[in-house]
Structures are given as structure tokens and as C-alpha cells.
């Protein structure tokens, strides 16, 4: 079966760290781009950052550069997506989403045509 699970959210307190891990099953992941999405309740699902297939490009929106990093283990077929210095407007479902390449607008989500995980819980509190 072909999937992607996202792992690794929780509950944190804001300035903690976290890494998400997006692991893919009956497939390999290096094909494929991979971008990180978001989506917080009540609002749009936002892309925050994807790594390219190609040459291991990474790219980030603009309001996650500097504490969020994006990574590839092949030999582990999982992505990761750390975050530092967690804020409380990062509260949201984080979701990884595979494409055969880098989408023209990377951060739409309509744009990536492949599987897409369940995502994993992130909830920044005191």
C-alpha cells in the first residue's frame, strides 16, 4: 500500500523544538519532491517549506526561514521537518505531500498531485 505518515507532533511549550517526520511505505521517496504543509483551524492549508528531488533544493515560506529546516534520510525513506523556536500561531495539523517535482507555486496545495499524509498534531501552549 502507498502512503505517507506523518509522526513526531505534540504538545510544546513555546520556544521547545520539534521534528516532524514524514515516512513513506510501498514507495521511494527520493523520487519525489516533498513539501510540508499546514493547516491551523478555521484557516487554509498553508505550504511552509519542500525539498526538491533533483538536487536536494530546499525552500521555505517566508514567515517559517530561520527555524524551520527541512531534510531528506533516504535510507530511511523519511523526510524531516524541524522546528525551532516553536510559536503558539504554529499550532496547527502539519501534513507532508509527495510531487514528481517541485510544484510551480510550491506553497498551494492544490498543486501537489501526489499522496498526501493524515498529518500529525501541533499544539504550542503553556
Known amino acids: 500500500q502507498l502512503q505517507l505518515v506523518e509522526s513526531g507532533g505534540g504538545f510544546v511549550q513555546p520556544g521547545g523544538s520539534l521534528r516532524l517526520s514524514c515516512t513513506a511505505s510501498?514507495?521511494?521517496?527520493?523520487?519525489?519532491?516533498i513539501g510540508w504543509f499546514r493547516q491551523a483551524p478555521g484557516k487554509e492549508r498553508e505550504g511552509v517549506s519542500c525539498i526538491s528531488t533533483s538536487d536536494g533544493s530546499v525552500y521555505y515560506v517566508d514567515s517559517v526561514k530561520g527555524r524551520f529546516t527541512i531534510s531528506r534520510n533516504n535510507a530511511k525513506n523519511t523526510v524531516y521537518l524541524e522546528i525551532n523556536s516553536l510559536k503558539p500561531e504554529d499550532t496547527a495539523v502539519y501534513y507532508c505531500?509527495?510531487?514528481?517535482?517541485?510544484?510551480?507555486?510550491?506553497?498551494?496545495?492544490?498543486?501537489?498531485?501526489?499522496?498526501w499524509g493524515r498529518g500529525t498534531q501541533v499544539v504550542v501552549s503553556l
Open positions: 510501498g514507495f521511494t521517496l527520493d523520487y519525489y519532491a
Open positions: 505531500a509527495a510531487n514528481e517535482e517541485v510544484p510551480v507555486n510550491p506553497w498551494l496545495s492544490w498543486y501537489w498531485r501526489g499522496l
